[in-house]
């Protein structure tokens, strides 16, 4: 949030994905009273940085949200695709805390609440200096993440007459993304904001990642088998369908089935192609040529559940793109349930996994995970190309970084796992010689007229210590695990043995989650 001591913004409303504790943020009051803020700037439609938006509005916020207007197109079906969700899974938790009595839970927002949120969006052109507030005033440079995402650059007024830039990189895009533009350079500011969700590796070359994904292909029109991929609905579903077309239009592959099993994926398809003005020069020349760069012979949309289950029948020589991309809801679930034990499938991420997901635990080597309470081996082979990111890599970030021509004040590193983030701080003092800061969760941060900077010290969230008994209880459970662990490395157990030790531990698993889910605080 920015505070101008006359008004107060928030540059991004980001729901928080990955493990159940950052889950549970969402549940969270805001930081502050909805009510006063003024106005809210959008870097891009991404559910982490727009799905806690129709909350804000639920909660009291009745000022402009400021997006581009291919971000204002796509968060007109993501939202109210987020509100389904939220449905969805409170009526999941309700049915279990119905049987035991316990008191039903509410959906963070629903369907209707982030569909009535919409009307305070305000589209706004790249490259216009727009005022959001009094003494505020933006201009959207596009970031080449997905189509309509956009680097914030802000001048804040002072009371000297002067201004403080600040820039928000949002999430930048890699260079020679399908269809988007590369990222913009910004040539100064006063205190840049940069994301670092890749900022401690590199990627792939773009054409490796097409050769790596070509010869996957291959393998199962030579073997046999179906290819899942677990994709982001929006950017990534249909930067994959355009690689796929390539390949197709070159001869690399033959034709095949190629099925895109999400509802929200075919709508933000759709969005692409009214937005076909912001694509860049190379889908440009794509489509001037009479030709579509999101279509392909064998290209197949799945809309209903019934067309979803029948895929659960194809068992060889297909695609199946769906979603969620870090397969921890969605269709995707069901298709890896029917694919990982299968050793002739290929799993192929192309997406960031955050810690804690179904997705981060295959990449890592699980050999079972759990979906739908069944224990699953995952015999299907695994694959993760990293070079379909839609986000910029340590060097793209550095080489957007060093496009300053005046040197900043400090560098903020935001958006990232804190390790990385701190990493990438590091590599940036190394390499660019500026100043960085990783900037804590609560922290605030004072600029003063002459754009100096102080920090307040973070709160202290207060310890409470367990219970005695429960602590008690933790300390025998640990022993248990241990002496569990002893006793299968001595024991031959036989597959069907462990089977049973394995679906035993996971029941315990699952209740103590439950128990601790259901807790009343």
Request: aromatic share 8%.
């Amino acid at each position: 949030m920015l505070d101008t001591s006359t008004h107060k913004l928030i540059i991004d409303c980001g729901m928080f994905q990955g493990s159940k504790e950052l889950n549970q943020w969402n549940e969270q009051d805001f930081a502050f009273d909805p009510q006063d803020i003024s106005a809210v700037v959008l870097t891009h439609a991404h559910i982490d940085h727009s799905g806690l938006v129709p909350k804000l509005c639920k909660e009291g916020f009745k000022g402009r949200i400021f997006a581009t207007h291919s971000t204002v197109d796509l968060c007109s079906i993501m939202l109210p695709d987020s509100g389904h969700i939220q449905e969805a899974e409170a009526e999941w938790y309700n049915r279990k805390r119905r049987r035991r009595g316990r008191a039903l839970m509410k959906p963070l927002y629903t369907k209707e609440d982030a569909r009535r949120c919409l009307s305070q969006f305000k589209g706004i052109p790249y490259d216009k200096i727009t005022e959001v507030v009094p003494g505020v005033t933006v201009r959207m440079r596009d970031a080449g993440h997905i189509l309509g995402s956009a680097i914030v650059e802000m001048w804040v007024s002072q009371p000297n007459g002067n201004a403080i830039k600040l820039v928000f990189s949002g999430d930048l895009g890699s260079k020679k993304q399908a269809i988007v533009k590369d990222p913009t350079f910004i040539d100064e500011a006063d205190y840049i904001f940069i994301e670092s969700t890749y900022g401690d590796r590199l990627h792939e070359e773009r054409v490796d990642r097409g050769e790596i994904l070509g010869g996957i292909v291959r393998t199962i029109q030579k073997q046999g088998g179906n290819i899942i991929i677990p994709s982001f609905s929006v950017g990534r579903t249909q930067e994959i369908i355009y690689e796929l077309s390539e390949l197709l239009h070159k001869g690399k592959i033959q034709p095949l089935p190629v099925f895109i099993d999400s509802p929200l994926a075919v709508e933000a398809t759709r969005v692409f192609r009214r937005n076909q003005e912001v694509f860049d020069e190379e889908s440009q020349q794509y489509l001037q040529a009479g030709m579509d760069p999101l279509s392909f012979p064998g290209l197949q949309f799945v809309e209903t559940v019934e067309e979803s289950q029948r895929l659960n029948r194809v068992i060889s020589g297909s695609i199946i793109i769906s979603s969620s991309g870090m397969c921890e809801a969605g269709r995707i679930k069901h298709h890896l349930k029917h694919h990982l034990w299968r050793p002739k499938s290929h799993i192929v991420f192309v997406g960031y996994q955050a810690q804690g997901t179904l997705g981060r635990r295959i990449i890592d080597g699980a050999k079972r995970v759990r979906i739908f309470g069944e224990d699953i081996k995952i015999a299907a082979q695994i694959h993760n190309i990293e070079g379909f990111s839609a986000h910029a890599d340590r060097d793209g970030l550095l080489e957007w970084l060093s496009g300053f021509v005046r040197k900043p004040k400090k560098v903020f590193i935001v958006h990232g796992e804190e390790a990385v983030s701190l990493k990438f701080a590091e590599i940036i003092g190394e390499s660019l010689g500026l100043d960085t800061y990783v900037p804590r969760r609560f922290e605030t941060i004072i600029f003063d007229d002459a754009a100096e900077m102080t920090t307040l010290p973070q709160e202290e969230t207060e310890h409470l210590p367990l219970p005695d008994a429960l602590e008690t209880a933790l300390a025998a459970l640990s022993k248990a695990s241990l002496e569990i662990q002893e006793h299968v490395k001595q024991q031959a157990l036989s597959p069907v043995q462990k089977q049973e030790v394995l679906e035993r531990l996971a029941a315990c698993i699952e209740a103590l989650d439950q128990s601790v889910q259901d807790c009343e605080i």
